[in-house]
């Protein structure tokens, strides 16, 4: 009893980290690691050789990689911008709606904005294709109904509108997920400091923009890096809507499905392995510099309250 | 106490039963992307060799079409790949064979039933080995409806002229729409756009060969001219048909809305229980009138071994099956529309069938252009063609720059065309 256990090693934290640290190891890390490793060998002849950084210079050098890689990342920064101008501007405004005190069958409307985020890409994939679908449609036919059919186009299959459809697509997918979060946001904020302001007179609108909306910073940053992570990670939406080639003309080819398609290979192209590892280790830088600029640059600027 | 030794009872006969059964037969488990099939294997094909060749069971594993390459080179990679390999056509099974992956089959008995161009899709390029036993091939054509033709007044058009007065003719009564295809998923505008017409173009197995060799460019005449073709198809598909799936067209047209399929003879199954309408098969039109016909009668399936099968004995026992006359008949009678390979006489029921098989003797057959060899490199061949010939129907791009672009990707990585 006399003896202090605290200087003894704390075998505890080993054996209760262990599983989380196997697994995660197994799952995660290693092959990540193994994925960036893959990038830099090349396959001739079935055997393997070590090339170093030829990859990337094949994949930045070649008119032919580079313009299909600079074609997929800008398509992905448009589909970022999508989700940046339209998802969270209108997460945030359901969530100021939702939580407004008066509101009836708040619970209803929550719920209902969330459920499409939990349905699988597939469905949603094929439900808005034939939702939009020219020939089988409902939406030529309720355009027709307010006499709008001339708006009509067969958006996913016109270069100039497929993509801006799918990011739309995905944009009604996962609004549920900023509303959430900003929700919870809001609901935190104490009563007291906002009758504080009422008494200075910030009442209505202004006591969102003034009180409100500098309080749920922190979580409109967190919801623009999980955005981007989302965003650059894509892939599903894009492969089940319009499949692997990414139509048309890969219009809506993302780096994603650029990656699948030289890893994997599609049709009687075969896969490469090692391409496919060099896009998946540029992506991931891509992703790493993102969230890296979010946390050193932004992150740290963010003024905290503590209430 | 009681449940519990009853419990343990059914466990024990459980593994007792299974552990009896697998001592006596052997299983052998087939890899294929012929989902559609399914039914087929186990009601018709599975039975019937079962009856004959007790001892071993057979299990039909399909995937999706799709993503059939890439799930089935993660699956041999990894050692969980079935015992028999349905084998797409040359370099994807080619790639197989020369990893270790696919058994070499030469020495099979059930092989000398087949010609060497019927084994052309699975052999190396020198022809020394063949690696998978050839089940079918499939024809391009049209399918129309016939009562739809009827009623218009129409016959099948021969030339390329009469093809287009037919669509005039659709178009301006406007009960139909003139032709069903979209651009959204590409590969029909490739394969039954490019590559049905083509051939006629580009002399069949002439112009495929000289392509091969390197003495005719995709810039050719001969090579763009389909192309020209294609661009003036957009009149007369259904509206936005850029962003039409392979299925609308399918469903537009056994539904009766549409008077024209460009088609691949494996719709012929499907259209037989879909379309409650009388349908009719036509070769694509010949440019000129009396012009030679080309058809593409394309190598598209064929059956081979995991060279990592721990029952290679059984396996090759159902190889030779797949070579026999009796397979060839059933799987040509059960699935109309793929046509066996085998040099056996074969009777079909089928009318649409036997119209696009009648079409071997009239015609000559060639396959299509961007398989062999060609789609070896990057860019690829084929899928560049996909999306030229989908851009040339959207009239997003001229038949010139397609053929010239494809042809600069060609004579990038392929040396004879360089």
Known sequence: ???????????????????????????MIFPLFNTLRLALYTETENIRQFVGLDNFRTLFGDPRWSESFWNALANNFWFFFIHMLVQNPIGILLAAILSHPRLRFAGFYRTAIFIPTILSFVIVGFAWKLILSPIWGIAPSLLDAVGLKSLFAPWLGREEYALTTLALISVWQFVGIPMMLIYAALLSIPEEMLEAGEIDGITGASAFWKIKLPLILPSIGIISILTFVGNFNAFDLIYAAQGALAGPDFATDILGTYLYRTFFGFQLQLGDPHMGSTIATAMFAIILIGVCIYLFGIQTRLRRYQF | MKKHTLGS??????????????????????????ND???????????????????IKLQFTPSAPAEYNAVLNSKLDAGSAGDLITCRPFDASLALYEAGQLADLSDLDGM???????????????GSATFCVPMASVIHGFIYNAEAFEELGIEEPKTVDEFFSVLNTIKEDGTYIPMAMGTNDQWEAATMGYNNIGPNYWKGEEGRLALIS??????????????????????YLGDGFEAQTYPDSQNLFTLGRAAIYPAGSWEIAGFNTQADFEMGAFPPPVPNEGDECYISDHTDIALGMNAATENPEAAKTFLNWVGSPEFAEMYSNALPGFFSLSSHEISLEDPLAQEFVSWRSECNSTIRSTYQILSRGTPNLENDTWN?????????ESPADAGARLQEGLASWYEPQQ
């Open chain 2, 214 to 235: 390197g003495e005719q460019k995709l810039t050719d005449e001969a090579w763009v001219a389909p192309y020209e073709q294609l661009a003036r198809w957009a009149d």
């Open chain 2, 388 to 396: 030229a010939s989908a851009q040339v129907i959207r009239g997003a």
């Open chain 2, 9 to 34: 009872a059914l466990l024990a006969s459980t593994f007792l039963s299974a552990g009896l059964a697998s001592a006596q037969d052997v299983t052998l488990t087939i890899e294929s992307w012929r």
């Open chain 1, 1 to 27: 009893m006399a003896e202090q256990t605290g200087k003894k090693f704390n075998w505890h934290i080993v054996v209760f980290l262990a599983p989380a640290v196997l697994v995660y190891t197994a799952v």
């Open chain 2, 37 to 55: 099939d399914l039914l087929i294997w186990q009601d018709q094909i599975i039975p019937a060799f079962e009856a004959a060749h007790p001892g």
């Open chain 2, 112 to 126: 000398s039933n087949f010609s060497d161009v019927a084994k052309s899709g699975w052999s190396t390029d020198d």
